[in-house]
């Protein structure tokens, strides 16, 4: 079985930083793309952040210069370094991943963490 975890979520006053990690486990034989997502109540997830196995990274237009992901592939880990935050980033912050795992390394699927709520007060 594959899980994703996120941890780091928390509150925080406008201006400060977070970090959020993403651990994914299991019986995984590669991890390519992986993201962050947030979501607030009444709206649709909405793509934060993207970065690829390689390392290429990209950025939602509201977090771009604030955000930056990050990743070990040797730890399958993901990070959201998260700087100058603001009210408006305030959601559940969900960590995404295409991977193949080992019981079926032809295929690549989704998988979804159980996110980790982020409220950043004004």
């Known amino acids: 079985q594959v899980e994703l975890v996120e941890s780091g979520g928390g509150l925080v006053q406008a201006g400060g930083s977070l970090r959020l990690s993403c651990a994914a486990s299991?019986?995984?034989?590669?991890?390519?793309?992986m993201d962050w997502y947030r979501q607030t109540p009444g709206k649709q997830r909405e793509l934060v952040a993207i970065i690829t196995s390689g390392g290429n990274t990209n950025y939602a237009g509201p977090v771009k210069g604030r955000f930056a992901i990050s990743r070990d592939n040797a730890k399958n880990m993901m990070y959201l370094q998260m700087n100058s935050l603001k009210p408006e980033d305030t959601a559940v912050y969900y960590c995404?991943?295409?991977?193949?795992?080992?019981?079926?390394?032809?295929?690549?699927?989704?998988?979804w963490g159980q996110g980790t709520q982020v409220t950043v007060s004004s």
């Open positions: 299991g019986n995984i034989f590669r991890i390519n793309n």
């Open positions: 995404h991943a295409e991977l193949q795992p080992g019981s079926d390394p032809s295929r690549q699927y989704s998988y």
